[in-house]
């Protein structure tokens, strides 16, 4: 198992220089220890060292023995100091010049017992050394290296100082590791220390380390100031190795509200979504390795099991990105090689969180099923991208770079075993995993797509836009040269109108007409709706009205022309309407189909009503004559008027439209629109007088 903290070899300099005391050499030669009866015995190696104020690395010869001990009156036999280890074989501690941790990228590396003559051995061993001091006079600890599979119990003279992991009778837990330290008790008179240390490894261990077990680097005995300051600083190296975990995880988080403002923008496109879902989670699973590498909260393999979810989701953005939604198959595809993938991993890991449910002899197959699943949850990117390319070759070119680095940040751990390249770099002393670059490339190149596509978009946007304010503009002078009246003279009427529509366009519409003996003909209505839809039905009640005006003035046959084209043909718009047929005597025919009585002097004109147009085709729409004065004056206008709504969402309202109903036009819309447009606005003043 691979831990997050500098070899030791790396560290123990930084020690030796707080020191100004001159140190004495360590002598490490073995020499033969006395047995418990004073005669001498080949029982134990021991590794002799003058300690002065340093912190000595015991690289042993250690004796090494597979399985675990018998237990003797509560205590374990292999941990007591007149255990006579002599058949147990020599393991060296010492790392070899040049030895580089492939994962860590470090040196001073040690490998394993699994390729020391144990390839098979998995369960419990134990270590042992006996250490003689020259000069114990003061307190000794002992600092376990930061780099060890799986988890450990630490005795000396046959006393328990401390354990890394959990162990009960049914289970041994593991965490990623860190670097721990023990007080030791005192030595004997002779300055003798017997050292014992009880491992575990689980069995999926060396199917993801092909040199793992046991210790990776040899512990270190000195004072306890120094073995503090080693604490200190290994602690302080294993917290900066997370740099780059927080690096991308803060990318990450700075990324992730463009992406929910990309999916606000444009909802249609998923790929968003996914990608928001592929870096939360990728968040997710950087929080909880940082939890698992800094703490003893949770088991060193819940990131790596939390992390298969990233990869389908990233491959359904990249499916949602190409647009590959009748390729159905392919999100199927990802989910199940992801489920199959999270099932073996877990039954051949299961025994890391306290479960047992594959036999020891099929593990191998269970650890090599997972490689092989892997193999086609890895291709599966290549088939997106071939399919991606189909549609759109520059854009799965640019895409290409950042699926491979998914592919290497997924796939790239095979690779950097074979060819024994290092996982991790510390520039500036910060350590930086080569999966933290691919993520941070990966996310950096995501985003240069997605700015490219949102320019493109922009600029599509932009020109759609630019054609539809073009066509707009075209509409509105269309529709205004439709509503302007024809030129009117008479002596016996003065009309005054004004129309502000709410949008560029809108629903509307008023015709003023004359006939050869002075009649005036009015019509006023309002199209239900606004924009091009309901400017569309406008220009076709015009027209209607322009041609029905040829053969007769009467409001009645002029509401039911109307309603009759509006019949099939409104779209699912209706409108009310007002026409009005007004003689040069005063004489006046109103009829109105739902529309808003006109004003007369300021007051309302008991006008009765019907059905608005484009309801229904049996409709009847009664006919009222009315007898104008001298100086009368009368004002149609739209509802648009007493909707009006201000900031504070209140309506004009019909009181405030009666009290200046008997304004001029102008003067009612200048109102009007101080107040706050909410509608379309028509308003139409008629002055009458003898001719």
């Given at each position: 198992m691979r831990k997050l903290g500098l070899a030791l070899l790396v560290v123990l300099p930084v020690s030796f220089l707080a020191f100004s005391q001159t140190v004495t050499a360590p002598a490490q030669s073995p020499t033969t220890a006395p047995s418990p009866s004073g005669q001498p015995s080949s029982q134990t190696s021991i590794q002799t060292i003058t300690l002065g104020n340093a912190a000595v690395p015991l690289t042993g010869p250690w004796k090494f023995q597979p399985g675990d001990s018998p237990i003797v009156t509560g205590s374990p036999l292999w941990a007591q100091p007149q255990f006579d280890d002599a058949p147990w074989a020599p393991m060296s501690l010492a790392p070899k010049a040049g030895a580089v941790d492939i994962i860590l990228g470090t040196s001073g590396y040690v490998p394993g017992w699994t390729s020391t003559g144990y390839p098979t051995l998995i369960g419990y061993a134990w270590y042992r050394l006996r250490v003689r001091v020259k000069d114990p006079t003061q307190p000794l600890w002992l600092k376990m290296p930061n780099d060890f599979d799986d988890a450990y119990q630490v005795y000396a003279n046959g006393r328990f100082l401390g354990q890394f992991g959990t162990f009960s009778a049914k289970h041994v837990g593991a965490y990623i590791s860190n670097p721990a330290s023990f007080p030791l008790p005192a030595p004997g008179p002779d300055g003798d220390l017997d050292l014992a240390v009880r491992f575990y490894m689980h069995a999926s261990t060396p199917f993801d380390d092909p040199e793992a077990g046991g210790l990776h680097g040899p512990p270190v005995l000195g004072l306890a100031s120094t073995v503090h300051l080693l604490q200190a600083s290994e602690d302080d190296v294993n917290l900066h190795r997370q740099f780059g975990s927080l690096l991308v995880d803060f990318l990450y988080l700075l990324v992730m509200p463009l992406v929910l403002w990309a999916l606000w923008y444009n909802p249609q496109e998923r790929a968003w979504l996914w990608l928001f879902l592929a870096l939360g989670w990728a968040v997710v699973v950087g929080v909880v390795g940082v939890i698992e590498?800094?703490?003893?909260?949770?088991?060193?393999e819940y990131a790596n099991w939390v992390n298969l979810i990233v990869l389908p989701l990233w491959m359904m953005f990249w499916w949602s990105w190409f647009g590959l939604r009748e390729r159905r198959w392919i999100p199927r595809a990802a989910w199940l090689l992801a489920a199959t993938l999270t099932l073996l991993k877990f039954c051949a890991q299961?025994?890391?969180?306290?479960?047992?449910?594959?036999?020891?002899?099929?593990?191998?197959?269970?650890?090599?099923?997972?490689?092989?699943?892997?193999?086609?949850f890895q291709l599966l990117l290549v088939v997106i991208l071939v399919e991606g390319y189909r549609r759109d070759r520059t854009e799965a070119l640019l895409a290409a770079f950042p699926m491979l680095l998914l592919m290497y940040g997924n796939f790239g751990q095979y690779l950097r075993r074979?060819?024994?390249?290092?996982?991790?770099?510390?520039?500036?002393?910060?350590?930086?995993?080569?999966?933290?670059?691919?993520?941070?490339?990966?996310?950096?190149?995501?985003?240069?797509?997605?700015?490219?596509?949102?320019?493109r978009s922009q600029v599509r946007d932009s020109l759609v836009h630019e054609a539809a304010r073009k066509d707009l503009e075209q509409a509105q002078q269309l529709q205004q040269r439709v509503l302007v009246p024809d030129t009117f003279h008479s002596?016996?009427?003065?009309?005054?109108?004004?129309y502000r529509p709410a949008l560029t366009v809108g629903g509307d519409f008023y015709q003023t007409l004359s006939k050869p003996d002075g009649t005036l003909i009015l019509v006023i209505g309002d199209v239900s709706g606004k924009g091009i839809s309901a400017a569309m039905l406008v220009a076709v009640l015009v027209g209607a009205i322009r041609s029905h005006a040829d053969f007769t003035s009467d409001p009645a046959s002029m509401l039911a022309m109307l309603n009759r084209r509006m019949i099939g043909r409104s779209g699912g718009h209706f409108a009310t309407c007002l026409a009005a047929e007004i003689s040069p005597t005063g004489v006046m025919r109103i009829a109105n189909a739902g529309h808003i009585p006109p004003y007369l002097n300021g007051h309302e004109l008991d006008v009765e009503g019907s059905l608005p147009l484009g309801i229904t085709d049996d409709v009847d729409y009664p006919t009222q004559t009315f007898q104008l004065s001298p100086g009368d004056r009368l004002t149609f206008l739209t509802d648009g008027v007493p909707e009006a709504?201000?900031?504070?969402?209140?309506?004009?309202?019909?009181?405030?439209?009666?009290?200046?109903?008997?304004?001029?036009?102008?003067?009612?819309?200048?109102?009007?629109?101080?107040?706050?447009?909410?509608?379309?606005?028509?308003?139409?003043?008629?002055?009458?007088?003898?001719?």
């Open positions: 590498n800094l703490t003893t909260l949770l088991s060193f299961s025994s890391y969180v306290g479960f047992s449910f594959v036999p020891l002899s099929s593990l191998h197959w269970f650890n090599a099923a997972r490689a092989w699943v892997d193999v086609p074979a060819f024994h390249i290092p996982s991790v770099f510390f520039p500036f002393g910060l350590g930086v995993y080569v999966f933290d670059i691919v993520s941070m490339l990966l996310v950096l190149a995501v985003a240069v797509l997605s700015l490219r596509r949102f320019l002596p016996a009427f003065t009309i005054q109108s004004e709504t201000n900031p504070a969402k209140e309506l004009y309202g019909f009181d405030r439209t009666r009290a200046i109903s008997n304004q001029p036009a102008a003067t009612i819309m200048a109102q009007v629109l101080t107040f706050g447009q909410e509608d379309d606005i028509t308003v139409l003043g008629i002055q009458f007088a003898t001719p």
